[in-house]
């Protein structure tokens, strides 16, 4: 099984450097994301994706889905 590890770094790179988030601490709902804020966010969030979706794939993969005859489909 593999196992996915959520780019947290990059992600931050992306919205600090490439994108400069704080440019857009004007525009409402932007005024309270600060690098303190945004990262325990982004860690969460990654936490989630890794202990919780990500092993959830897994019953997909094994299972698949099944076609019935009146054409709907069951998911695992």
């Avoid at 990654?46 to 202990?51: G, I, T, V, Y």
Wanted: negative net charge.
């Amino acid at each position: 099984m593999p196992i996915y590890k959520a780019p947290v770094d990059e992600i931050l790179f992306l919205l600090n450097d490439v994108f400069g988030i704080a440019r857009y601490n004007n525009l409402p709902g932007f005024a309270d994301v600060s690098p303190d804020v945004l990262e325990p966010i982004l860690a969460e969030a990654a936490k989630l994706s890794e202990e919780v979706v990500q092993p959830l794939n897994r019953s997909g993969d094994e299972q698949g889905c099944t076609r019935h005859g009146d054409g709907s489909v069951t998911t695992p």
